[in-house]
């Protein structure tokens, strides 16, 4: 079972996001904020993450430097996801340690190919 | 009319060179109406003491000679042109000499003549300017010939000559009285008028200032709004996705158990309501680009990728929307394509533009993407042409068409839709790559849309915000001010004194954005060559200075008040006043004469530049490091002082 973390602030983008997921044979996991998300990625060790880079009080760029401060969580690929409009915020995803990048609202196909692209390069 | 033929006689006699400085002319002024009118005032006396002494000869001659004297220094200067320096001198010494001779040969140190000495450093002051040195040179002069009156009482066994006695002179006392009072009256009345017109430049100078600053706060406020702007935008743009979000996301979850419970009706409508918001979110993301690219915030992402690639994975979804209408899609792909180098998000998105355009108004037609590289005068480009066999664009309606919401009419709209945004922007980011998009069309026969862009696209430079320039007439003066990056350039040309103010009326400043009232420090640069002071402009502001500049030396006092720079550049040889005249008010005037002054001369200068008190001097052509050199030194005495 492929484990996939989504660290989203919103309750619908959080429920429709998992939903979807699920119904391709994921296991979804949720944390509301950056803090928690750390947490979470410690705990349960994820094949993927999924963060949202316009979280609340510390943003998903520095969640994701924190995760990948820590050598236990380290490896575990992190794709962003921005409903922003500027590239600036794709730059600074990248630069935190995003291994990928998506715009929100998602289009499945296109986020499912980035995580299967993801998923398989962690695994090879 | 009086007043007119006047200033033409003494516009006559002014030395050519004089004629166009504002402070020479005002002195020469003085000197010539001072001697034309001097001996007219002061004849009276020389008459009545004519009448009165018993004897007369040989000391009321000398009297009448020496004041005659005074008619033949306007004529001298019309010959001597260069010596009115001399000239100045030579008159305040016979001044000197007339007024203590009558008072020797007329009851001496209590004559009723000796209070005329007071004219002599007024006269002295108008004629030559009060720089230390005339001061100096007159007082001296003064001293000297007083000295020399005492001289003469003593060697005439302490006493005056006696002409005619004290007692009787009662009337030509009274007539000298007058005669001297009437004289500072008209020289007073004369310099006081000076005095206001040159407070109401200074205050000229103010207003511009103020106008200067009032146009960079609205230019801040300006760029303020543009950020607000951007801000905006993003905030928007993410309050617009999050809903749509949640439509997309659960009419697709809704569309997926439909789908599982074969319930055909919800179907329809749940895909109706997926495409409505999928169309929403397309508009959304075009006006948002749009609104990118027109705030200089849309940035290149660029990438090395196979195009042969890139165009087979577009394929899939290039080819439903080419076909939409029963169209035929045909895809050209030349053999040489390769590596590109551009932005390939911004490259699909404007070509799928153009091919969702193609099948829009195409029906029952064919639909060509055609790909090729190769090199167009001396540029390696790829050329990406979608052609279709639909309706085409009338040629008036050509030119509208890649402007934002336009389409080619508004029946067009009706029957097809679309906010016609799509061309604007796909033109827009393909210019922002470097780019363009042509354009061939005929009513009826279908239209051809080339992206022309080049291989290896460029990031461009940092985006450079157009030079603002605001200008304003609101002022009477009509104040035209230019904002630019750093420093301001100030030309004004003053004709004479009367015409000061329309002198300064023809003042430009162009004015540097944002910085003027800064903390940087400012460099007042004075050179009549616009060429240099172009150069020394944006030299200084390598250097992180401020630059204001004049090509007219005459405002460099005023300039120098008014915005109290760190350091003046000054040229030495110009027209007109050269830099030593500039340099020698600029170290007599109290408030400025502690302002560095470097001269731009060359090394033989070197004494003259040090006697004048010039804090250094650079040589032409100027660079950097010899201005690095000149001002370093200057830092010291700031830091230390």
Partial sequence: MTLILVVEDNAVNRDVLGRRLERRGYTVRFAIDGPSGIQAAQDLKPDLILMDIGLGEMDGCEATRRIKANPETLNIPVIALTASAFETDRKKALESGCVDFDTKPVDLPRLLSKMERCLEMTAG | MLVENLNKLLYWFTPNHMKDNLTDHKNVRMFLISHLFGPIITHPITIYLMLNDPQPSPHVWVLAASITAFWLFPIALKIFQRSYFILALLSVQNLTF?????????????????????????????????????????????????????????????????????????????????????????????????????????????????????????????ENANSAKSNFLANMSHELRTPLNAVLGYSE???????????????????????????????????????????????????????????????????????????????????????????????????????SNAGKFTTNGQITLSVERYVKDGADRIFVAIRDTGVGISEEN?????????????????????????????????????????????????????????????????????????????????????????????????????????????????????????????????????????????LLKREGYQAVSTDSPETVLRLALTIKPYAILLDVVMPGLDGWDVIGTLKSEASTAHIPVIMISNVTDKDKARRHEASGFVEKPLDSEKLRIALEPLENIAQTG
Wanted: hydrophobic residues 45%; charged residues 20%.
């Fill in chain 2, 98 to 222: 007339t007024i203590l001779w009558a008072s020797y040969n007329y009851g001496g140190a209590s004559s009723p003549f000796l209070m005329w000495i007071l004219t002599v450093p007024l006269l002295a002051f108008f004629y030559l300017g009060s720089t230390a040195q005339t001061r100096i040179l007159i007082f001296v002069q003064l001293v000297l010939s007083l000295g020399a009156f005492y001289g003469a009482y003593l060697w005439s066994n302490n006493s005056f000559p006696i002409h005619i006695p004290l007692g009787s002179m009662v009337d030509v006392a009274m007539v000298s009285t007058l005669s001297a009072a009437t004289y500072i009256f008209i020289m007073a009345s004369y310099y006081s008028s000076v005095v206001d017109s040159q407070s109401e430049l200074l205050k000229e100078i103010d207003r511009h200032q103020a106008t200067l600053q009032q146009l960079t706060a609205a230019k801040d406020d300006a």
């Fill in chain 2, 253 to 355: 979850i809704l569309l997926e158990d439909a789908e599982l419970d074969g319930r055909g009706e919800e179907i329809a409508d749940l895909q109706k309501i997926s495409a409505a918001g999928k169309h929403l979110l397309a508009m959304v993301n075009d006006i948002l680009d749009i609104s990118k690219i027109e705030a200089g915030k849309a940035d290149l992402y660029l990438e090395t990728f196979d195009l042969d690639v890139f165009i087979q994975e577009m394929e899939a979804t290039a080819r439903p929307l080419a076909a939409k209408n029963t169209n035929a899609f045909v895809l050209l792909k030349g053999d040489n394509l390769g590596e590109v180098r551009m932005d390939a998000t911004k490259l699909r998105q404007s070509i799928l533009n153009l091919l």
């Fill in chain 2, 398 to 538: 050509l030119n509208n068409l890649f402007h934002n919401f336009s389409q080619a009419n508004s029946s067009i709209t009706a029957k097809f839709g679309g906010t016609g945004l799509g061309l604007s922007l796909s033109q827009n980011l393909c210019r922002l790559m470097g780019g363009n998009i042509s354009l061939e069309s005929k009513l009826g026969e279908g239209s051809c849309f080339t992206i022309d862009l080049p291989a290896q696209v460029i990031q461009p430079e940092e985006q450079k915000q157009d030079e603002s320039s605001i200008s304003s007439s609101a002022l009477a003066t009509e104040a035209h001010v230019e904002l630019s990056e750093d420093g301001y350039h100030i030309s004004g040309k003053s004709r004479e004194l009367d015409g000061a103010i329309d002198g300064l009326r023809d003042i430009h400043a162009t004015a540097a954005g944002g910085q003027v009232t800064g903390k940087k420090r400012t460099i007042l640069v004075i050179d009549d060559d616009r060429n240099f002071l172009d150069v020394a402009e944006r």
